[in-house]
């Protein structure tokens, strides 16, 4: 076993390669690191009232339904899984290619709350979505759909004790040229991750 994880992906080799790479640096950094994980976390934001979240994640759906009109786009009832989750600390990380970064996704991440603690620059995914304004119209509120299960994974796990999620751009870095069994490579990744973690018992806020 090399550690390879063979994951399905619409983009490029070079993606494939990146994203399974990201996976073995979060292996050799934390030891365990689970690919797919499922969480029973429901998807509609009347399941949150009272809690934390709970107004944000109103003021985000009702956003969502008057940018473009679609009412209907929360379909799942349960969160798709994550991309990757450490269970110790106990955070996911999210790796985001170029679909993730639209219109949808900018007017989420504009209402978040302020005291938020997220694992990436709110600024900096804002900006992306500005320059890379990706259109996924099959089904036509597929970006809306995406934007909202995106949501739910940075607002919903730190209910359930979660460290805040943390997010790498799929284009930050040629990851596939990086190799687990290299101190500098993985110095390197450690490096990104520590933008999001700077110390062993929290997650910056950084906006």
Request: glycine letters at 6%.
């Amino acid at each position: 076993m090399d550690g390879t994880v063979n994951f399905t992906h619409s983009n490029s080799s070079r993606c494939r390669d990146c994203k399974d790479r990201v996976y073995q640096l979060l292996t050799a950094t934390y030891g365990v690191c689970q690919v797919g994980s499922s969480f029973p976390w429901p998807t509609k934001p009347d399941h949150y009232r009272g809690t934390t979240v709970g107004d944000a994640l109103e003021r985000i759906s009702e956003g969502l339904r008057k940018l473009r009109g679609y009412r209907n786009f929360i379909r799942a009832e349960q969160l798709p899984p994550c991309d990757f989750y450490l269970p110790e600390p106990g955070f996911i990380v999210e790796f985001d290619e170029s679909q993730h970064f639209t219109q949808p996704r900018s007017v989420t991440l504009r209402s978040y709350p302020l005291e938020l603690k997220v694992g990436f620059s709110i600024a900096h995914w804002l900006d992306l979505c500005q320059r890379i304004d990706a259109k996924d119209n099959d089904p036509p509120d597929r970006d809306e759909r995406r934007a909202w299960y995106d949501t739910l994974r940075d607002l919903v796990p730190t209910l359930h004790g979660f460290e805040p999620t943390v997010r790498l751009y799929s284009d930050a870095f040629r990851w596939c040229s990086l190799h687990k069994d290299s101190e500098k490579d993985r110095e390197t990744f450690r490096s990104f991750l520590k933008l999001a973690l700077p110390n062993e018992t929290g997650v910056e806020l950084r906006r």
